[in-house]
Nanobody
Framework: QVQLVESGGGLVQAGGSLRLSCAAS????????MGWYRQAPGKQRELVAD???????NYADSVKGRFTISRDNAKNTVYLQMNSLKPEDTAVYYC??????????????????WGQGTQVTVSS
């Protein structure tokens, strides 16, 4: 199986910065896209940013110019650098990965995985 473990959330004042990390582990053959989503109370989960295995990125309009997604393929880790944080960025942030994993020796399977979530709170 595959596990995604997030870290780096916390409480920060408006205008501050945080860096989230998400490390994937398990019987991984390859990770395609990785991304960050967030869910605020009473709202639907939304895409924040994602990145392909070759490094192409995509951002929600609300975070463009403030957040930067990156990844280290050798470490199976994705990062989200969040600058100029605003109170409306407050949410639980979830890591997501499209993983091809090894099953039963040489067979491969493709699955989508989620992390457990990390709370980001921005005070005004």
């Amino acid at each position: 199986q595959v596990q995604l473990v997030e870290s780096g959330g916390g409480l920060v004042q408006a205008g501050g910065s945080l860096r989230l990390s998400c490390a994937a582990s398990g019987t991984i053959f390859k990770i395609n896209a990785m991304g960050w989503y967030r869910q605020a109370p009473g709202k639907q989960r939304e895409l924040v940013a994602d990145i392909t295995s070759s490094g192409a990125t995509n951002y929600a309009d609300s975070v463009k110019g403030r957040f930067t997604i990156s990844r280290d393929n050798a470490k199976n880790t994705v990062y989200l650098q969040m600058n100029s944080l605003k109170p409306e960025d407050t949410a639980v942030y979830y890591c997501n990965a499209d993983v091809i994993r090894v099953v039963y020796g040489s067979s491969l399977a493709r699955n989508n995985y989620w992390g457990q979530g990390t709370q980001v709170t921005v005070s005004s």
